[in-house]
């Protein structure tokens, strides 16, 4: 009623589809009045982004434009939790290598929006970061049972019994609908196409394959890749690797896409500002019912993966010319 006194009695229902385990952040914010919450969670949120971005080491000028990028307008716009978790799932990747222990900490604070997280555990075993693994495994513990002492354990199963099948079925209600007007996933993109429900979630599995082969590939310790980079591409596979991800989730997708380009002049400048605009204007095409939010992303991951990839054969074959005249 409250989001209704703000935007207009034709909102549409805002249905919960979290974890009980964000309610850790949700309830103390729920006790303030509305404007000062959403104050609070927006500004805090951009600050845990900040911290997470600071560490590319970026100019000013830059870091400042990345905080303000589309896709983190819309999340403010929205009071969503897009630059929370952004910030939790970049700054695991980016901390993995040298802080294992705390990457795996942050993995675990992102169960509160796990399909977020879905190529993480691939991430860690590829890197052998077995220490990052115990990590988020405790700390998602610990989530689990802080919030069951505090809000009691029967909200861990009226997850799983009603708020699980209830956002399946409204991912899985004829296409389009209003939600899905920010949606930029492979599954709306089958169901766009006319696919059924199992073609939609087929569609579905093989991007999410490929991103899963595409980031193993990448993180395997002997591939050659700045780790920003590393960090910022798979931040990008992460959201298409998930059936649930909309413009507010693209948070890591124009932060990749902006480093990307200052480190790789040899991008073309008018396809990269398409693709960083992209999280601001894609509902309006699937306001009109054209479910293609997902391929400027994925072009751009599949991209940046091959030149990732032929970077690598090159570097390597200047090292072994190295070494054989060497010896």
Not at 244 to 249: E, I, N, R, T, W
Not at 277 to 282: A, G, I, R, V
């Amino acid at each position: 009623m409250a989001l209704r006194g703000w935007f207009g009695s034709g909102l549409p229902d805002q249905e919960w589809s979290y974890p009980p385990s964000i309610l850790l952040i949700g309830v103390p914010l729920s006790l303030l009045p509305l404007p000062l919450a959403y104050g609070i969670w927006t500004v805090a949120t951009l600050a845990c982004l900040y911290l997470a971005v600071k560490n590319l080491r970026l100019p000013a000028i830059v870091t400042l434009a990345l905080l303000f990028s589309p896709a983190a307008v819309m999340n403010s716009i929205f009071g969503q939790n897009g630059a929370l978790t952004a910030a939790l799932l970049i700054g695991t990747l980016l901390l993995l290598p040298h802080r294992p222990v705390l990457a795996g900490i942050l993995a675990g604070l992102l169960t509160i929006k796990p399909h977020l997280g879905l190529l993480l555990p691939f991430c860690f075993l590829a890197a052998g970061q077995y220490r990052a693994i115990m990590a988020a495994i405790l700390t998602t513990i610990v989530l689990i049972v802080l919030t069951g002492l505090l809000f009691g354990f029967e909200v861990w199963t009226g997850f799983f019994k009603e708020t699980g099948p209830l956002m399946r079925k409204i991912m899985e209600a004829d296409y389009p609908q209003p939600y899905h007007k920010n949606a930029l996933t492979a599954f709306i993109l089958g169901r766009w196409l006319g696919f059924g429900i199992a073609g939609a979630y087929f569609l579905q599995a093989l991007v999410t394959l490929l991103a899963i082969i595409a980031s193993v590939r990448i993180w395997r310790p002997e591939f050659m890749m700045d780790n920003r980079l590393r960090a910022l591409l798979t931040g990008v596979l992460a959201i298409l690797a998930t059936p649930y991800a909309y413009s507010y989730d693209a948070i890591p997708y124009c932060l990749a896409v902006a480093c990307f380009f200052l480190a790789d002049r040899r991008l073309p400048r008018w396809p990269i500002a398409v693709a960083y605009l992209w999280p601001l204007f894609l509902h309006v095409l699937n306001g009109q019912g054209i479910g293609i939010g997902i391929l400027p992303p994925a072009v751009f991951a599949g991209a940046m993966v091959r030149l990732a990839i032929v970077d690598d054969r090159s570097t390597r074959k200047r090292t072994n010319l190295a070494l054989s005249k060497a010896s």
